[in-house]
């Protein structure tokens, strides 16, 4: 079984490749997608964890995800890297 690495901002798988954001150096981040990050920032760094929740409910819904696997996605964001309290 192939493990599955995870955006740490906003949970979204990173394989494809292609959905990798990335680093400064114009590398592939293994940390977060493409939505959330490139050039070695956050696209949207003022983005709290109640707005993250908010736009990764929205996008699910607009895929037609049924709401328990919504619930899911939503429950694992506080765990992600970027959202983590230290």
Known sequence: MENVIF???CGIALNPE??????KNGLKSDE???YCYEN???KHPKMNLAD????VGNQMK??????YEIQKALNILPALKRWKTK
Do not use: A, P
């Open 7 to 9: 955006c740490q901002s």
């Open 18 to 23: 292609d959905l990798k954001g990335t680093e």
């Open 32 to 34: 977060y997608c493409k």
């Open 40 to 42: 070695g920032i956050f």
């Open 52 to 55: 993250m929740k908010k736009n």
């Open 62 to 67: 607009k895929l037609e995800i049924h709401k």
